[in-house]
């Protein structure tokens, strides 16, 4: 249960309603970091809209493992277990557990490695960059344009992670379905909550215009 009190999917109404719905619409059930923001729908959406266009110029692969790494420098269990399990439609789950634990060589090119350090750079303390660690980002081949790219990413994923860790958020249930080897080694915070996956009740069910936004993917 998160630290503070939340609009359950049976009592939702208007805007926290329709937030629901767009939650549901993606997931299959009402996600727990969704609850904590029933007190401000309007942030969630504005960080969905800022999300996509944080991802639109990045490739999907380049997107996934800086947040990944971002996610893992912030030990938010949550948006590791997700992001760690959308790379597996690049890498194997040894080559992710691998990842997680830095253990880079043979996993991914020289320049991958060092955009990986530098994303974990920006989410732990980003004061401490020079400007000798993004010249040597140029060096390997990525632009100032991509420089930006890693860093945005990086920094949105701690502004989302720091919110649900601060309230108690804890990891949904429905990721105790993966491979237990491989949950475990992403599981870096908070626990996989043992609650229920909460929906709305049918009559509420149905999805408007706006569609889904999963604000881990």
């Not at 420089?147 to 920094?155: E, G, K, L, M, Q």
Request: proline share 4%; aromatic share 8%; with cysteine.
């Amino acid at each position: 249960m998160p630290f503070i009190k939340t609009i359950s999917p049976g009592d939702a109404r208007d805007d926290v309603l329709d937030m629901y719905r767009r939650q549901q619409s993606a997931w299959g059930y009402v996600p727990n970091y969704a609850r904590v923001f029933s007190h401000r729908p309007e942030v969630l959406a504005r960080w969905g809209r800022l999300l996509a266009e944080i991802k639109r110029p990045m490739s999907t692969r380049r997107f996934e493992l800086v947040t990944f790494a971002a996610a893992l420098e912030l030990r938010n269990s949550a948006c590791a277990l997700a992001h760690g399990k959308a790379l597996l439609e690049f890498f194997s789950a040894d080559d992710i557990v691998a990842i997680r634990n830095q253990d880079y060589d043979g996993v991914l090119s020289a320049a991958e490695q060092a955009m990986l350090r530098f994303a974990r750079q920006v989410a732990g303390d980003a004061s401490r960059i020079t400007s000798g660690e993004v010249e040597a980002l140029m060096k390997l081949g990525f632009s100032d344009d991509d420089v930006f790219d890693i860093a945005t990413t990086a920094a949105g994923r701690a502004f989302f992670t720091k919110i649900l860790d601060a309230l108690g958020v804890e990891c949904d249930a429905s990721f105790s379905s993966l491979d237990d080897a491989f949950r475990k080694a992403l599981i870096v915070g908070r626990p996989i909550s043992c609650g229920r996956l909460e929906r709305l009740p049918e009559q509420a069910a149905p999805v408007t215009a706006a569609g889904g936004a999963r604000q881990h993917g």
